[in-house]
């Protein structure tokens, strides 16, 4: 176990709906990424946040948004749901400028 | 085109063989090379993680190996256990990308009796 909780575990939406999934980092750790990772493909990187601000971002429309709490929880939030947005969507957490991530358990969505 | 790239795309082993997972990738300069092991609908679980100044890391029966010239890392795994059924993905740390992580799409591995 890597401290990092995800929620919720599952969850199914139509599409043109919204969604917000939860991330709580690792004790300690300041960042948190988002990763979307499509069925049989590696992880994608959505977004990086640190201290409550946006800290990089990888090639999503803004649609997909998010936000850092100052607990450094976090959510990503995801509007008009498309079919392709069905995906294990995963948070890791980390300290700022430390070498390793830690993965949480994901949250599996899939949009009808 | 994939900035990190795997091969085999899968494999299938009997239980105490061994076997050698390759990782080519092209994404330069970067920090470190990782790998992941994932089971199924799990996240990811770090088996190592090597600088580009490194050239192999052991984490028990799991031994990576980084060639930073040809840009090729390999992982070797002794003496397979059932449980060494997984993805095993190459990841890589951009350099200055605020550790940005760029994955491959992975080795499924099966180990059978």
């Known amino acids: 176990e890597t401290g990092v909780t995800q929620s919720p575990t599952h969850l199914i939406k139509t599409r043109g709906q919204q969604v917000t999934l939860r991330c709580s980092s690792q004790?300690?750790?300041?960042?948190v990424s988002w990763y979307q990772q499509a069925l049989g493909q590696g992880p994608q990187f959505i977004f990086q946040?640190?201290?409550?601000?946006?800290?990089g971002r990888g090639n999503f429309p803004p649609r997909f948004s998010g936000l850092q709490f100052p607990n450094y929880s976090s959510e990503l939030n995801v509007n008009a749901l498309e079919l392709d947005d069905s995906a294990l969507y995963l948070c890791?957490?980390?300290?700022?400028?430390?070498?390793?991530?830690?993965f949480g358990p994901g949250t599996r969505l899939t949009v009808t | 085109k994939n900035q990190v790239e795997q091969s085999p795309q899968s494999l299938i082993i009997l239980e105490g063989k061994n076997c050698t997972l390759q990782?080519?990738?092209?994404?330069?300069?970067?920090?470190?090379l990782r790998w992941y092991k994932q089971d199924t609908g799990r996240g990811p679980v770090s088996l190592t993680i090597?600088?580009?100044?490194?050239n192999t890391k052991s984490n028990g029966r799991y031994t990576a190996t980084l060639d930073a010239d040809t840009k090729q890392s390999s992982l070797h795994i002794t003496a397979s256990q059932l449980s060494d059924s997984a993805s095993y993905i190459c990841?890589?740390?951009?350099?200055?990308?605020?550790?940005?992580?760029?994955f491959g799409t992975g080795t499924q591995l099966k180990v059978e009796l």
């Open positions: 890791a957490s980390s300290r700022r400028g430390g070498q390793e991530q830690y």
């Open positions: 004790s300690g750790h300041n960042t």
């Open positions: 946040y640190y201290r409550e601000e946006e800290n």
């Open positions: 990782c080519n990738y092209t994404v330069s300069p970067f920090s470190n």
């Open positions: 090597m600088t580009f100044s490194e």
């Open positions: 990841v890589v740390n951009v350099t200055g990308g605020g550790n940005k992580l760029t």
